[in-house]
């Protein structure tokens, strides 16, 4: 508790004998974990504390220490500013360093006093940023008693790729896509780059290595097909904000349209490797092909040199009729070849009529001769007409088959059967048809009928 010294005094010809008090230091130095950088304006508390050893009885062999009043053994300040050495803190020439020095050891009753300190508060610029902002840990190193890092803790951020693709999930072939991260304070500002990567469907990790790099701030990889990660990334900015991340599609794929979703986590667990980190980004397909066959009806027999024309509609009419929308003109025909096929190309999201204007030779048109098709980001599909208080609209068939028509899927390659019938069409001379020659044919008859008649009426009265 304290130190005896002895001193001759020449003077009064006598030895002197003085106690002084035991004393001790305690150092604590603040650093900063990621970059090893302090916020601007930062500035934390450090706060001391001292114990005594508890009382032993028979029933606490082992207790707990007591906490002591450092005020009752002259300790007079027991919480110090650390801001790097800036005005109204830090107390000594080393930023972010403190020293309590001439600390006692004991108290008065002879107790040993031991000593500790925690990191109290943080602010920046004078605003108290939550303790859990930045995690301290405690970790005695070189003569200081007592060293606080604050690390910056870190996410990751996930992007899954997916494809929508003529009714299909297959991403097209050779396929690429540039997916960027951005960051900001919320999504609207999420505007600085963080780093992008290119999507091709080749993972290269295999959960050691992989070809990227190192994952972290700057980098990302594809650890598994379309999917991709960027590791290691601060929560808070140097100014203490929550950072917000977005990825977007920076370079897209050419005929597909690019949609945004959120997938699971709450705000509340913004801090989780999961949470709120994880975008799906859908590639829908924005023009889609499709093939004609035409075959005899009840057969497989493809029958060539059948023309076909497309062309938009609007989606319902205001009368029992088709409405073409307006401007639009119907497309170059597309005839079918020796294999009964023909491919209309690049044909925009929308409803169409697809129409048969020429029959194969031999081969007579149906009644409408059109079928009706609508083409969205999901896929095509076939449709059927409905008429409601004399006003045309359309909707999804129920049926792959609408009359002589049917839908089906080749792998990724959708496909209408068209069925024609047997048969000749009447020729069109550009005179006055049939119609006279039935109008005479049948005034013959009605006089033929009539002369008969009075010839039997002669036989009978004669």
Known sequence: ??????????????????????????????????????????????TLSGTIPGTVTDDTPNPDPVPIELGTVGVTKTTVKLNGGKEGGDDTETPWTYSWSGLPQHDSAGHEITYSAVETSYTIDGNPISLTTYAPSTTPEGIYELVVTNQIPTTSYAVNKRWINDNSNIPPAGATITATLYKGTSAETAETEVSSIVLN??????????VAGEPGTENAYEDTPWHAQWKNL???????????????????????????????????DVDKDYALNNELITNSKSQYDFDILKVREGTTQPLPEASFTIRPIESTSNTESVTYVSGSEESEPVTTGDDGTTRFEDIPLGYYEVRETVPP????????AAFYIKI?????????????????????????????????????????????????????????????FTILGSILILGAGVLLWSRRRLIKNS
């Not at 130190?3 to 002084?20: E, Q």
């Not at 904000?241 to 709450?266: A, F, M, P, Q, W």
Request: a negative charge.
């Open 234 to 268: 601060p929560v808070y900015g140097t100014d203490g904000k929550r950072i917000t991340y977005v990825v977007k599609e920076s370079v897209t794929y050419e005929g597909y349209t690019v949609s945004y979703e959120k997938l699971h986590g709450d705000e509340e």
């Open 1 to 46: 508790m304290y130190v005896g010294t002895l001193k001759y005094d020449y003077y009064a010809g006598s030895t002197v004998f003085s106690n002084r008090l035991q004393t001790t230091d305690y150092d604590v130095q603040k650093n900063w974990g990621n970059d090893q950088t302090a916020p601007d304006g930062a500035e934390v508390e450090i």
């Open 376 to 436: 969205e980001t999901t896929g095509i599909k076939l449709l059927e007409k409905e008429v409601t208080d004399g006003k045309l609209s359309f909707k999804e068939a129920q049926t792959a088959t609408v009359g002589n028509v049917t839908i089906f899927a080749e792998g990724t390659t959708i496909r209408f059967t068209v069925e024609n019938t047997p048969g000749a069409a009447l020729p069109s001379t550009g005179g006055p048809g049939t119609r006279l």
């Open 201 to 210: 469907g080749t993972a290269d990790y295999d959960g050691t290595n992989h």
């Open 361 to 368: 030779t031999g081969y007579i048109l149906t009644a409408d």
